[in-house]
């Protein structure tokens, strides 16, 4: 099942700026990888990050290394998280998107409402509490 029009609302792969969060969790809710992405909005967590096919990646980078230019080459300075889309595999016209950690969370939330819509028994799944609950 596609997530992405009951999450976000519109897909626009050309046009999006936030295109590579939404098609990145799209396919986290498809291979219903929730534990793993629970596991990597937890700050110092060992997972740093997710990845897929067709070339996207989820990343996290902790408060601890928030000055780390070196072990985060490009990032902005307040950013937390980076979704990104190999242009080889998937064409977006902003193949990264950067965030704070509450905007990623928004969108993480987005994300779980359709995921659960789609199925209601999900709602007592623990990787969806766990994301609920890191949301607040």
């Known amino acids: 099942m596609d997530y992405i029009k009951a999450a976000f609302g519109d897909f626009a792969p050309q046009l999006d700026e936030n295109a590579a969060i939404k098609f990145a969790l799209n396919v986290v809710l498809m291979d219903n990888r929730l534990q793993e992405l629970a596991e990597l909005v937890v700050d110092a967590s060992q997972l740093g990050g997710i990845e897929g096919e067709p070339g996207w990646t989820l990343e996290r980078r902790d408060l601890s290394d928030e000055e780390n230019e070196a072990a985060y080459p490009g990032w902005p300075a307040d950013m937390r998280f980076k979704a990104s ?52």
């Open 85 to 136: 889309v190999n242009e080889d595999a998937y064409t977006l016209r902003h193949p990264e998107f950067f965030m704070r950690r509450e905007d990623f969370m928004k969108y993480v939330i987005l994300a779980v409402d359709a995921y659960v819509a789609a199925d209601p028994s999900r709602r007592a799944a623990p990787a969806v509490i766990a994301l609920r609950g890191a949301s607040m």
